[in-house]
């Protein structure tokens, strides 16, 4: 059974940083490009980030470039969203998702979660005072 489980949400001030985790069960995630979308009250689900297989690359939505780095960790086959100098605007479902198609194909322009065909449940993320 293939599934995603994402870890590492909850609540924190503006400014504060937070670090999700995504490990996969059922898959060797460093064969899959990985992205993180997230789904705000109100709002459509965004892709926000993605990662090749290899880590060569990686791509970014505008809003989050310079704030939020997405990693791998290949030993323990999880990858990783450090999100630093958090908004409120950043609170959202954060969900893991991952792929066969190569980087190119599903990361390198839009992130579109039609795309992806692996899903985690999702973790909240809430950024307040």
């Known amino acids: 059974q293939l599934h995603l489980v994402e870890s590492g949400g909850g609540l924190v001030q503006p400014g504060g940083s937070l670090r999700l985790s995504c490990a996969a069960s059922g898959i060797r995630l460093g064969d899959y490009s990985v992205g993180w979308f997230r789904q705000a009250p109100g709002k459509e689900r965004e892709g926000i980030t993605c990662?090749?297989?290899?880590?060569?690359?990686?791509s970014y939505l505008d809003s989050v470039e310079g704030r939020f780095t997405i990693s791998r960790d290949y030993t323990q086959g999880t990858v990783f969203l450090q999100m630093d100098r958090l908004k409120p605007e950043d609170t959202g479902v954060y969900y893991c998702t991952a792929d066969r198609k190569p980087f190119s194909s599903i990361c390198a322009d839009v992130i579109l979660e039609e795309r992806f065909a692996i899903w985690g449940q999702g973790t909240q993320v809430t950024v307040s005072s």
């Open positions: 990662i090749s297989k290899r880590e060569y690359e990686a």
